[in-house]
């Protein structure tokens, strides 16, 4: 599995929007900062994440991003389906789709295996168990 600088910053953006305790919008340039994110780059994906329903906006001077969802709520796999679409592909094609013939038959069930390996630790782990301890009570 490959994580792109693109789903890293998106995971790293909605943990540190979850982390800030007072609950209310936080600016894209306040999020940049706290996690050295370039902040053109993170513009578009905080587009991308409030397009999948993993954030919501609000305009103005007092305006920001706020979670969609309690952080219990959000899943790892959320996120990186949001930005990415498929959590794993071989060669470009999901899993499911690669075939192979002689001695190389068996493999697209290792890419299965691997495939569901993966959405089971990232659909299992929310933004909120990836929260150090003394912010999770404020989140």
């Excluded at 709520?73 to 949001?82: F, K, P, S």
């Excluded at 075939?99 to 697209?108: E, F, I």
């Excluded at 691997?114 to 959405?119: V, W």
């Amino acid at each position: 599995m490959h994580i792109s600088a693109r789903s890293d910053y998106a995971l790293r953006a909605l943990v540190a929007t979850a982390g800030f305790s007072d609950g209310g919008p936080v600016s894209a340039t306040k999020l940049a900062e706290a996690q050295a994110i370039p902040l053109g780059f993170l513009h578009d994906i905080l587009s991308d994440l409030r397009r999948a329903g993993l954030l919501t906006s609000q305009r103005g001077t007092d305006g920001g991003y706020t979670l969609a969802r309690p952080p219990s709520e959000i899943t790892v796999g959320d996120v990186l389906r949001a930005i990415n679409g498929s959590l794993s592909t071989v060669r470009g094609l999901p899993p499911d789709q690669v075939n192979y013939h002689g001695v190389a038959s068996s493999l697209p069930e290792l890419w299965l295996t691997l495939h569901e390996a993966i959405a089971d630790v990232v659909d299992r782990t929310t933004l909120e168990d990836l929260l150090p301890s003394q912010w999770r009570a404020t989140a």
